[in-house]
């Protein structure tokens, strides 16, 4: 994506942990373990190089992640450099159905910002009062709105940390200059379980590769980062 409309949104960087056969879960209730020690720290060292984490409703519904910078150091330079110790958290729903006692809305002195379907927009503001500020990001959702929105709040470097369906939106959109993605030494293989991404039109096909800017071995991982615009070849 180059020209006016990506100068116009922040630079969007996503991050996904897969297996071999591409899950990002299995199908059972307990959390699945993708990743390791050292990655995660890698992570946490990109989280707080950003100046906002993003995931969809239903990873807030289903992980209730923190989404903080772990490191008392990192936190510090963060602070040192006039930001807070860790990035906006924001999300995106259609429905509304966010828990306000998530800990997304509770945990950490971050600003949290909800991207909501218009239709859903005064249920949602009701529900959450003062614990996010909810914005009507159109109907259907549009993330470029969300983007533009974001870019006018200050943010510059965006954070998207999943699930599989806003993965999948911001990649057929073209919205994204660059993806992390590890890669697990083992197999899931449960239909059952959700994947990276789902059936789509993406930008990168057999005739449009996507550039690969580094690969490595991280522990028992392997992490790719592939470029998907012009910006992300700069990265």
């Known amino acids: 994506m180059t020209g006016p409309r990506a100068a ?3 630079y969007v960087l996503l991050s996904c942990a897969t297996s071999i056969d591409g899950y990002i879960d299995d199908a059972t209730d307990e959390r ?30 289903r992980d209730d992640p923190r989404l903080l910078v772990r490191c008392d150091r990192r936190r510090a330079d963060r602070v040192a450099r006039g930001l807070p110790e860790s ?7 259609g429905c509304g159905d966010l828990n306000p006692d998530a800990r997304f809305f509770t945990v950490g002195a ?12 005064e249920k949602t503001r009701h529900r959450l009062g003062e614990r996010a500020t909810v914005v009507d990001a159109g109907d259907p959702v549009d993330l470029a ?37 590890v890669v697990a030494p083992f197999f899931v293989g449960d239909r059952r379980a959700p994947r990276f991404v789902g059936e789509g039109r ?34």
């Not at 971050?110 to 927009?121: M, N, P």
């Open 8 to 10: 116009q949104r922040p």
């Open 32 to 61: 699945l373990l993708l990743s390791n020690d050292a990655d995660l720290d890698r992570v946490d060292a990109v989280r707080a190089g950003c100046d906002a984490i993003l995931v969809g409703a239903g990873t807030v519904r």
């Open 87 to 93: 990035p906006a958290r924001v999300t995106v729903t």
């Open 110 to 121: 971050t600003d949290r910002i909800v991207f909501c379907a218009r239709a859903a927009l």
């Open 145 to 181: 709105l969300v983007l533009a929105d974001l870019a006018e709040r200050g943010v510059r470097r965006l954070l998207v940390e999943g699930g599989a369906r806003i993965h999948g939106q911001f990649l057929t959109a073209g919205l994204a200059d660059e993806l992390h993605l």
């Open 202 to 235: 993406f930008p990168w096909h057999p005739g449009r590769r996507a550039r690969v800017l580094e690969a490595r071995q991280i522990g028992d991982v392997v992490l790719t980062r592939y470029a998907l615009s012009e910006r992300g070849d700069a990265a």
